[in-house]
């Protein structure tokens, strides 16, 4: 005779339950409180770095930031501890956005401006992706990636172009405009070339002869020009990858006469389970 015996999970498996899961009613509510609780300590950082606040909250919002602290290095212990495989949670992404979230403030005893690193832990937020089940957008994510790994050679062609486009307005402003309109360096004026041909334009540095101006209008012009370069590449990779995807999608409403069968590609002829010509129906 066979006696069924209830298991009752150790303390270890709720707690992974509770902490990784996101199925359950438990999980849901921890991720929520943790995301509330992510922005609170991100909101006190923010304000704490005003002058005004800091002056009046100032005791305050350390002592919040210090109790969110210990509260984030207890839930990152109980991750270590509850964790099925414990490497690969430490060198994971959440693992690391969850150690690096709390280091900020134990190493803000030896470097005190250290402590507005807090602020990396917005990054945890992300967490909202499991609670709201947005992973079923990854595929288009995909889609996006795999344009961008295609057409990574033809990004670097145009980096490199940049680079070598702006290296070479900086060097002609230095000698143009020199120290006395404020090019004082070539590399200064490479950061005066990167913000013009980016449209940026600070204002910081400006020339003052005419030949100098000619040279920053052109700068201008190639800067808007450039702009559509990356746009077209990424663009065009998109388009290609969307094509291919559609070449082997399904069309659901083909129907073979013969078999009676669906699922046929886009561009097939002949039905794929019984080999006769399939006509659309």
Same mark, same amino acid.
């Given at each position: =005779?066979?006696?069924?015996?209830?298991?009752?999970?150790?303390?270890?498996?709720?707690?992974?339950?509770?902490?990784?899961?996101?199925?359950?009613?438990?999980?849901?509510?921890?991720?929520?409180?943790?995301?509330?609780? *992510?922005?609170?300590?991100?909101?006190? %950082?923010?304000?704490?770095?005003?002058?005004?606040?800091?002056?009046?909250?100032?005791? #305050?919002?350390?002592?919040?930031?210090?109790? /969110?602290?210990?509260?984030?290095?207890?839930?990152?212990?109980?991750?270590?501890?509850?964790?099925?495989?414990?490497?690969? $949670?430490?060198?994971? /992404?959440?693992?690391?956005?969850? #150690?690096?979230?709390?280091?900020?403030?134990?190493?803000?005893?030896?470097?005190?401006?250290?402590? $507005?690193?807090?602020?990396?832990?917005?990054?945890? %937020?992300?967490?909202?992706?499991?609670?709201?089940?947005?992973?079923? $957008?990854?595929?288009?994510?995909?889609?996006?990636?795999?344009?961008?790994?295609?057409?990574?050679?033809?990004?670097?062609?145009?980096?490199?172009? =940049?680079?070598?486009?702006?290296?070479?307005?900086?060097?002609?402003?230095?000698?143009?405009?020199?120290?006395?309109?404020?090019?004082?360096?070539?590399?200064?004026?490479?950061?005066?070339?990167?913000?013009?041909?980016?449209?940026?334009?600070?204002?910081?540095?400006?020339?003052?002869?005419?030949?100098?101006?000619?040279?920053?209008?052109?700068? =201008?012009?190639?800067?808007?020009? *450039?702009? &559509?370069?990356?746009?077209?590449?990424?663009? &065009?990779?998109?388009?290609?990858?969307?094509?291919?995807?559609?070449?082997?999608?399904?069309?659901?409403?083909? !129907?073979?006469?013969?078999? !009676?069968?669906?699922?046929?590609? #886009?561009?097939?002829?002949?039905?794929?389970?019984?080999?006769?010509?399939?006509?659309?129906?």
């Amino acid at each position: =005779m066979m006696i069924d015996v209830e298991t009752t999970p150790s303390l270890k498996q709720q707690i992974n339950d509770v902490i990784f899961g996101y199925e359950s009613r438990a999980g849901k509510l921890f991720d929520v409180v943790l995301i509330c609780m *992510i922005v609170s300590s991100v909101l006190a %950082v923010l304000f704490d770095s005003v002058e005004s606040y800091h002056e009046r909250y100032g005791d #305050l919002l350390f002592q919040l930031e210090w109790f /969110f602290t210990i509260l984030f290095t207890i839930e990152y212990a109980a991750r270590l501890y509850s964790t099925t495989d414990l490497r690969r $949670y430490v060198f994971s /992404f959440y693992g690391l956005i969850d #150690l690096f979230s709390i280091l900020p403030t134990y190493i803000a005893f030896l470097f005190p401006t250290a402590q $507005y690193l807090i602020v990396i832990r917005i990054m945890r %937020v992300l967490r909202i992706f499991r609670i709201l089940k947005l992973f079923r $957008y990854m595929g288009e994510a995909n889609l996006l990636y795999t344009a961008l790994v295609q057409a990574r050679r033809k990004i670097f062609v145009f980096l490199f172009a =940049m680079f070598n486009l702006i290296v070479i307005f900086g060097a002609l402003m230095f000698i143009i405009e020199g120290p006395e309109n404020g090019f004082d360096s070539i590399p200064e004026s490479i950061y005066w070339a990167i913000v013009t041909i980016t449209t940026v334009g600070y204002g910081d540095i400006s020339p003052q002869t005419p030949l100098g101006q000619a040279v920053a209008a052109l700068a =201008m012009i190639c800067g808007y020009a *450039i702009i &559509a370069v990356p746009t077209g590449i990424i663009g &065009a990779e998109l388009m290609n990858e969307f094509q291919q995807r559609s070449r082997l999608a399904v069309d659901k409403n083909r !129907k073979c006469v013969s078999c !009676k069968s669906t699922g046929h590609d #886009l561009d097939a002829r002949f039905c794929k389970f019984c080999g006769n010509l399939i006509h659309q129906t």
